[in-house]
């Protein structure tokens, strides 16, 4: 164990065992056992990261990165195990770099969206951003999570817009990826007209897919860098809403392909709901009354030259496919009026977080998947919840094509009382049936957490194998977040 003096030595004052503290760390809004750290230590730069992991491998010591404010959902950052710190990167709060003309940022993982949305848009850019991120929610945590972001058409890779990172590994040496790792440092590669954009290498490895989705079982990101878009002169956003969800697959199969849009997803009337409620519960439950089953919401953009042009050219051809399809495009529905929605997923979600305002707390059930097999596992999810005594008239659901369109993030919200024992317990047993469930319907957990981390990553032994072999190499001690994943 690290007397707190050690730690003094190096963060100053910034080092925490006050009892409210490490009982806030030690849960979250999730079913993973609660377990209290022993300290929480806030470093302020990657020199103080570094004599941090070099003092956890010196007494084996467990560290759990955090960069989020709370609340937290996953389990993610509560300790698998005792005695271990808390390692808060809010400090790290600086902005390094917002760059127009190469349509790239860079930033410590402290940053938040609503700060780095605000820095992004004085300069003409704009972040590829997950849906409604809460407020305390950083832009690293985000892109390390692998969040499905809300515009596929500039989504090229599963990574992006992740570009390159500066990563402490837990076996206490710096490292840089991608365009970054060099030649030379970043300031040199400033200097000569550099950006560090590419996120391959170096050499012939993408080391940042190590880091990505590991929960903060490889090592501790002291910075990132990622890929921004144009901020658009003109946007007319859209709803198309359906009682079906196959021909509103269709079209937005056919809006990506095609590149007409930019942000672009599908919620059910429970998510759109809860989203756009006002007034709890009454609100509520008339505006979700009044809502389709589905609704797809678009984004179409014009830029610098002739947006108008543009704009009106794809709203046309647009049409043409709603025609062929039997789909109306609207710019309201109920009372939800779509530039006012489009306002408020282009930032960060106001208080409270949209998805604690309908009873406090939930779980997500969340896998990638193709059209193909979405509605059979939407389907099979309805049954699972049946069986559990779930209402499905209480789950949300949020589509959200990736990568081109290629694939499809699908994401079931459970609402849940968290001071009702008998409803936590419902909900914790149908997140562990669905997952099974939808396992065997071809679903693809690509971000487990929790106790099913286990369970989804076991079934790959050849994975797993690889992951430990390389986490004897930057983590060989295993400091690092013991018992996430598959450590």
Same mark, same amino acid.
Request: glycine share 6%.
């Given at each position: ?185 970043? =300031?040199?590669?400033?200097? !000569? %007209? *550099?950006?560090?954009? #590419? &996120?391959?290498?170096?050499? @012939? +490895?993408?080391?940042? /897919? $190590? ?23 003109? =946007?007319?956003?859209?709803? !198309? %809403? *359906?009682?079906?969800? #196959? &021909?509103?697959?269709?079209? @937005? +199969?056919?809006?990506? /392909? $095609? ?41 179409? +953009? ?186």
């Amino acid at each position: 164990m690290i007397a707190k003096e050690r730690l003094v030595k190096i963060v100053g004052k910034h080092v925490s065992d006050d009892p409210a503290v490490l009982e806030e760390y030690s849960r979250d809004i999730s079913f993973v056992h609660p377990i209290k750290p022993t300290y929480v230590v806030y470093p302020a730069s990657m020199a103080e990261v570094k004599e941090i992991v070099k003092l956890a491998n010196e007494t084996q010591t467990p560290l759990v990165p955090v960069s989020s404010g709370p609340p937290h959902f996953r389990g993610d950052t509560v300790p698998g195990t005792g005695g271990a710190i808390i390692v808060n990167m809010s400090r790290m709060k600086k902005i390094i770099n917002v760059d127009r003309p190469r349509r790239v940022a860079m930033v410590e993982p402290g940053v938040t969206f609503g700060e780095l949305v605000a820095a992004a848009t004085r300069e003409g850019i704009r972040l590829n951003m997950p849906l409604l991120p809460r407020k305390t929610k950083t832009v690293v945590g985000s892109l390390l999570e692998r969040e499905p972001v809300v515009m596929p058409k500039y989504q090229w890779d599963i990574s992006d817009p992740v570009a390159c990172l500066e990563v402490v590994f837990g076996n206490g040496e710096d490292f840089r990826t991608g365009q970054a790792a060099g030649p030379g440092t970043v =300031e040199e590669q400033w200097a !000569v %007209g *550099g950006v560090q954009k #590419a &996120p391959y290498g170096p050499g @012939t +490895a993408s080391w940042h /897919r $190590l880091i990505q989705g590991s929960q903060g079982t490889i090592g501790i990101v002291t910075w990132a860098s990622m890929r921004c878009e144009l901020l658009p002169s003109l =946007e007319e956003p859209f709803f !198309v %809403g *359906g009682s079906e969800l #196959a &021909p509103i697959l269709d079209l @937005t +199969a056919w809006l990506i /392909r $095609l590149r007409m849009v930019n942000e672009c997803f599908i919620l059910n009337n429970v998510a759109l709901a809860a989203i756009c409620a006002q007034k709890w519960p009454k609100d509520y439950a008339s505006l979700k009354q009044s809502l389709p089953p589905w609704v797809l919401f678009y984004n179409v +953009a014009g830029y610098e030259y002739f947006p108008e042009e543009r704009v009106k050219s794809y709203i046309k051809d647009i049409t043409a496919i709603n025609q062929r399809l039997g789909l109306d495009a609207v710019q309201a529905l109920s009372t939800v009026s779509a530039i006012d929605f489009l306002r408020m997923v282009q930032k960060p979600c106001d208080d409270p977080y949209w998805k604690l305002r309908y009873k406090g707390a939930f779980e997500d059930v969340l896998f990638l998947t193709i059209n193909d097999k979405i509605e059979s596992q939407i389907a099979a999810m309805q049954e699972v919840a049946t069986r559990a005594g779930y209402p499905t008239t209480d789950m949300g659901i949020y589509i959200q094509p990736i990568v081109q369109g290629t694939g499809l993030h699908c994401e079931f919200n459970l609402f849940y009382d968290p001071d009702d024992p008998v409803e936590k317990n419902c909900v914790k047993a149908l997140a562990d049936a669905a997952v099974k469930e939808l396992l065997a319907r071809g679903a693809f957990f690509s971000r487990p957490y929790g106790d099913n981390a286990a369970l989804i990553l076991n079934r790959d032994a050849a994975t797993v194998n690889m992951l430990k072999r390389l986490k004897n190499i930057f983590d060989p001690k295993y400091i690092m977040n013991p018992g996430k994943v598959c450590f």
